[in-house]
């Protein structure tokens, strides 16, 4: 009844961003908007700390959908890009499978916009091709809560790991000297939160 | 401990709409009765361009449930339409059963209202008959959230897929390039958000 | 991937009411108060209306938790009664789980408060004994929507089917030609929408 | 920078019951059903128990906002009971505003559906025409939250005070020497938790 | 302490759309996108159908804004329509508020995108140019519901009326029988609760 | 068009807490248990840090009402402590106005269960009979948030101020230099969230 | 019944930013802390970008309220600074008040921590000195909502205005023409939302 | 199709208790703090009254994320207290496990701060590594709702049991006989409307 530990591995991760693109990020309203982009910046934070193979790819960029948000396309200037000419399932894109096969990694991030399509579809497939799939569901949005739940779930069944960036860096980092300085300024520069507590301390004991 | 991905084909879809009637409707408050009625009449418009199968069903519809909203009657004149006479799991009426055998399909789309009865019901029946079902949770309602998650989570485990009409339509759909106007147009006529981006689109790139 | 449909049957099934008491209702607020009130008095109606054999337990009800509602008590005068000494668990209590036997049936309906313990702990020890268990969500309370959350997904992720006082109704019922006078009166005292739909539909069809 | 208290009076209060329809109430949906009807009833309960003038109205009750709910009409036999023919402000009516003038009272309860029409108008004219007015908010139905808000919003800052049942049956009655066994029973059979109190207090002291 | 009830006339009303563009709209969202969409349509079917002046206006069109959502401009071809080259507050543009001095009319009707700017901005001016304003708070929309409530505080505090476009049509129509089937058919085609009612009135008198 | 600023003084304050019991608090649902708790403590605590006069007033406190909460009762052993006979709003029993103004004090500090009655009715009397009132509003608690706010606009708009423990406390204080001990343990004692900065601050500081 | 429209004038305006402290914002939890800093830091754009004068403030700096968040101490690094030796109310402090009399502005924009305290009181302080006080509510925060809305109850009823960063902004600028890239730049960095606007607009008219 | 119900037995448990910092609490926002606090301390005092082997964990106290909550450290002072070097993944680091396997328990109730990493990650090994493994879900806290859910469906999905505090008391007390006063007083003095019946019971069977 229960299942073994498929934790997440630097060396064995691909990360998929499916369609960030400015005009579908005006449909994903289950987050805050202020929100949701740092946590899609956050996750390419973790990608570029980690160094892990990134995979971008857009739906009709030409059209409504509108460009590839700026800040991933300029994070990730030599990664592979593709610009599906008509596939909803990036997975139906030859290329796009292809780019990942490349790796030779069997784990896959995804996350992107919206959540119940972008994501699922490819994520669905990707299972079904044997890969352990890890859903960024922060990083992931679509039209409201509802249909997250249902999204979630469809993937969850099928065998998909619900994550957020937060988990997603922690599991990759695993130990904190590997790199202190450098995983604490990407968790300040990306939690509020965190970075108080950083500032606090760094006062009070250098104060 | 994953499943394969069962992919709705539109050449194996049937499509169910369950008890849709005026007076049902009035208890169907997890949704803004606004978002509802689009929701449901975005996948009476998905059947009707993917020319799928569809099936319409009544309970009691000369009592106080209420006749068939107009809307759905109107769109499928030749639908099989079976007012049952009191079965209320719809998959207890043969005539029911009967007309989904006659398509000789295997995928069952499913919306109705109330949620976890008109819904639950027959798709926990379907899934026992060896169909693959899907539920429409959006063009689903009931009496409050609560009561949509106990039902969600009853279908869910029995192994029906939870998802919502835009997801369905995108699913069929497969790949814009199989028609951009007409896929297009349906959302947008759905999708107030995707409309404003065609618009300004429209505008920008013309204009 | 898939579970057969394990349906409520109205010739074996037994309703479990563990310790809906004065006192205790006091902490169940993840309902309101008078919704909660009602969806209890509608699952003992439903009890009633299908002669369903019923089981009353509590928990020390001389002390601060206080009596059985008495309105459930009124309802089930010759019904088992179970005032347990002391066990938190009603199935580690040999009368009660003996006066379920007794029965010979292999559904049990339950509902309690407070969810995550009066109904959770028999629930998982009724379903290693091999009975068919369907909770009643509704007509279950606890403190707070989260604790609700985490004692659902432990009994559904056991084995337990989640329902709703209305869902368990219509499943019993089947079929509305059975006794359309008793079972639209049981719904209509219970349920204010649908009431209103009955006395619509009444005075513009007399009228 | 402070107003004087405008204090309900028994012998200076005339209820106004506007509009609480078995249609109407089908879109009544800021509060939960089954509170609501709760609320409306204890209302009623309230005018009966003071006996206060009660008035009822109705907006073209042979069509789609159906009949005035039966147990309001049962409950008030000799009530003024003015059909209108179609003001949808109650004080455009002149019957309306006879009856409330002959009770010479200078206190109104208004409560009805919708909140922003059927209670705002009448509640805007009441106050022009120098009555204290008096909203019992929670017996007041609309669309959704937003909107309750801009009609209270309207309302407060015109002069009505915004009150619920519970705290005009409560300053109404001053004293609870005045009948114990009377406003106890009252707030018993209209708040479930209130009930359960009275159960555990009864069965501890005389068990 | 009370206010005279300022009352909606249909003869001195005049309608201001403001800034209800297709980019804009992509950030309002403190409304479900398809509620909004009906919300602000059922507001132009009242001025259209009560014949009240209206007049649009747009900030900087050609740009990121994008156009006037075009249901609205098809809707009032003969409208004065403001295309602002960079007035903020629409107040501020001299074209702009002769044209509502042409009117003659003393009540404005406000409603526009973005609720605590394009809103707020000219119902402060014309609250100070000593008309009466009504904000119509459900045809009017912001980021997120704390920034709604700050900004109908600070239009509430200085005399705006707050109302909504149900509570518009219904304060304007003031009397059913000036046209029934006509401000029913208004009502029913923005509101499907009611329309539901309408349905099964019809059904249950005429079947 | 504004009011000037009426300060909490320690000097001149009274502390009025009214029907505290521990019956009555299970129909205090619109704050956590827990959170409710806690704020009525600290309202406590800052009434004794500032030898307020503090008033103690329950309301049938031998029925199912229950008895004063001990903790309060231990507080202030030596406070005037009123046991209604009857009378509703405390400013109707002579005891307790006499109490209030043996105090020779102007600013009144009120809290209680339930927020619309114990609260609200001797806050409006207070007004009227010439008091600055200040409502203790999360020490204050009733049924549910749509009655919280009725009862807030009902008291705001009579001239009382609604305020919280916390800013009770800091207005009363005025300068940490009176005393950073006493006052900052008062805080860290009730608020877990500034307790968590004391300790990191200490540690870092003194580690 | 009305107030005159007290306008923001970028020559008459002073900001106020009071005990943003790495500390203390750890308990400002009504707004996501992603969001909170956005607004934050876009209310110190604004007073730059208009070159408003602008005063910082702390509490205790050197304890547990830990050091001004560094990124506003940066953007301001010429403006008054006065660390309070003790006082709560900044306004209690004769430098604080010194330093904005020397601005000879009259009207205060104000935002801090916590809402009901730090905001509060030098607002209610600035109106009764003859002030005209806007609060930009969503650069300020507290513990939860519920206290939010009772601080800003008692604000605006002494005649602040509640206003937020975005509204704030427009109203200073007042017409784009004034400088459009400088204030549509300043909007993208802080509006998610808008920037994907500018960028969909940017392809689409440039590509 | 169902689970065998793996209850927990008291000599059969380990308690782990991971990085509950004083400045790690301050981004745990899915809960209000006071409830939070409250349900922690609850679990210590759980584990103490069972006498359960019990170990503390921390991750670089001495660093932004502050020490252990001092409480917690006073209440075990000879628990295992393993300061992790770095290990994000408390499985990670050979001491911890050691502790643990040294109690030769199989069941591990898991509780920390952050849910999804300093709780998922130990818990997911534990899984792997054989153990029954039972999250206390409300003595964990995370940044928000959403990635609460996700973390809890992750831990499901693999086998996890999700609890809380109280169930988790009154699985391991199994029956009142045991120790009445015991366990009435550990919950009482964390379940404030427990504590009230408590206390209405008490005065009103001793008064």
Redesign the interface.
């Known amino acids: 009844?229960?299942?073994?530990?498929v934790?997440l591995d630097k060396n064995d991760v691909t990360v998929l961003l499916v369609d960030h693109q400015?005009?579908l990020?005006?449909?994903a309203?289950d987050?805050?908007?202020?929100?949701?982009?740092?946590n899609v910046l956050a996750l390419a934070d973790i990608a570029r700390f980690f160094e892990l193979p990134t995979i971008l790819t857009t739906?009709?960029?030409?059209?409504?959908?509108?460009?590839m948000?700026?800040e991933l396309k300029e994070m990730f200037p030599t990664a592979p890009y593709i610009a599906r000419?008509?596939?909803?399932?990036a997975w139906?894109n030859e290329e796009f499978v292809a780019a990942i096969e490349k790796t030779g990694r069997k784990q896959l991030l995804i996350a992107g916009v919206?959540t119940?399509?972008c994501v699922?579809?490819p994520a669905?497939?990707a299972?079904?091709a044997g890969y352990d799939v890890f859903v960024v569901?922060?990083a992931s949005g679509t039209?409201?809560p509802?249909?997250r739940?249902?999204?979630?779930?469809?993937m969850?069944?099928?065998?998909a790991?619900?994550?957020?960036w937060?988990?997603v860096g922690?599991?990759l980092?695993?130990?904190?000297?590997?790199d202190i300085e450098g995983f604490g300024g990407l968790l300040a520069s990306h939690?509020?939160?965190?970075?108080?507590?950083?500032?606090?301390?760094s006062?009070?004991?250098q104060?």
């Open positions: 009844m229960t299942r073994p530990y934790r400015a005009g990020l005006s449909v309203r987050f805050d908007a202020d929100a949701f982009k740092n739906s009709f960029e030409d059209g409504p959908n509108g460009p948000v700026p000419p008509g596939q909803i399932n139906d919206v119940e399509v699922a579809f669905l497939s299972i079904e569901t922060d039209f409201n509802v249909t739940e249902a999204a979630w779930d469809r969850s069944q099928a065998g790991q619900l994550m957020t937060f988990g922690c599991e980092h695993r130990d904190w000297r590997n939690l509020p939160a965190y970075a108080n507590l950083m500032q606090s301390y006062q009070q004991t104060g």
